[in-house]
């Protein structure tokens, strides 16, 4: 009998009665002369730390899209009042003029802005951008 650890494999044939339709196998290390088992030394999965790491992660993120959205306001109303509108139709908001828009980045509300026109094209001044902290706190 060798010193040597060695792997021995076997395989049976399906019996017909299982569910997976192939070939079976097991495996087991084989025991030393002392008969103790010897197990593999396995690497270390623990995340990077440092500047490093946390620009690589960042770095990944970047590129992926998200909706940008500048609400006015919002307001409920009935199908049949929905029907009725039409061009010219004014529809109320629970805004009140001058106040400022909520702007949400895939529905969540990152800040808060108010209108303006640069090079004839509307846009958004932010006036107040809420907290990281609190973005979590609205999600829990």
Not at 17 to 32: D, L
């Amino acid at each position: 009998m060798s010193n040597e650890s060695t792997l021995e494999a076997s395989a049976t044939a399906p019996t017909g009665t299982g569910n997976s339709g192939g070939h079976r196998a097991t495996a087991s290390p084989s025991k030393g002369v002392d008969g103790a088992v010897s197990r593999a030394p396995l690497e270390s999965f623990a995340p990077e730390s440092g500047p490093a790491s946390a620009e690589s992660n960042l770095e990944a993120i970047l590129d992926i899209p998200v909706t940008l959205a500048m609400e006015i306001g919002r307001t409920q109303v009935s199908i049949r009042n929905l029907l009725k509108l039409s061009q010219g139709s004014v529809v109320s908001l629970d805004r009140l003029a001058g106040e400022p828009l909520d702007v949400l980045v895939n529905g969540t509300l990152v800040a808060h802005g108010e209108v303006v026109v640069v090079n004839e094209k509307f846009g958004i001044r932010l006036t107040d951008v809420i907290s990281a902290q609190e973005r979590v706190k609205k999600l829990k």
